[in-house]
Nanobody
Framework: QLQASGGGLVQAGGSLRLSCASSSRTFSRYNIGWFRQAPGKERELTATINWSGSITYYANSVKGRFTISRDTAKTTVYLQMNSLKPEDAAVYYC????????????????????WGQGTQVTVSS
């Protein structure tokens, strides 16, 4: 199971750092994606990183503001969010790719499995 944390209330223009951790020994073998879901909207992918940490993908809406990374031990994936906007407010979830050691990254929602609770990000204007 994946556990997302680090959300909170921040003013527009501020920053937050989200963490995604797992106790699973296989966590380091999977690509991890950060998704978000605002009330009344579909869950959308914001960023994803491959299992080795060498390949990343960003949605256009967050490109240049968000940075995804994973620690050297591959036990945690981070999402650094800068220059936050009110439209970034949502519940953020981390999800694991369904494929072990996938080559490259995928942005398809159906390629990920939802495993745990998200963390709320609120941005005040």
């Amino acid at each position: 199971q994946l556990q997302a944390s680090g959300g909170g209330l921040v003013q527009a223009g501020g920053s937050l750092r989200l963490s995604c951790a797992s106790s699973s020994r296989t966590f380091s073998r999977y690509n991890i994606g950060w998704f978000r879901q605002a009330p009344g909207k579909e869950r959308e992918l914001t960023a994803t990183i491959n299992w080795s940490g060498s390949i990343t993908y960003y949605a256009n809406s967050v490109k240049g503001r968000f940075t995804i990374s994973r620690d050297t031990a591959k036990t945690t994936v981070y999402l650094q969010m800068n220059s936050l906007k009110p439209e970034d407010a949502a519940v953020y979830y981390c999800e694991a790719d369904k494929v072990l050691y996938r080559a490259g990254v995928t942005s398809r929602r159906d390629d990920y499995d939802y495993w745990g609770q998200g963390t709320q990000v609120t941005v005040s204007s």
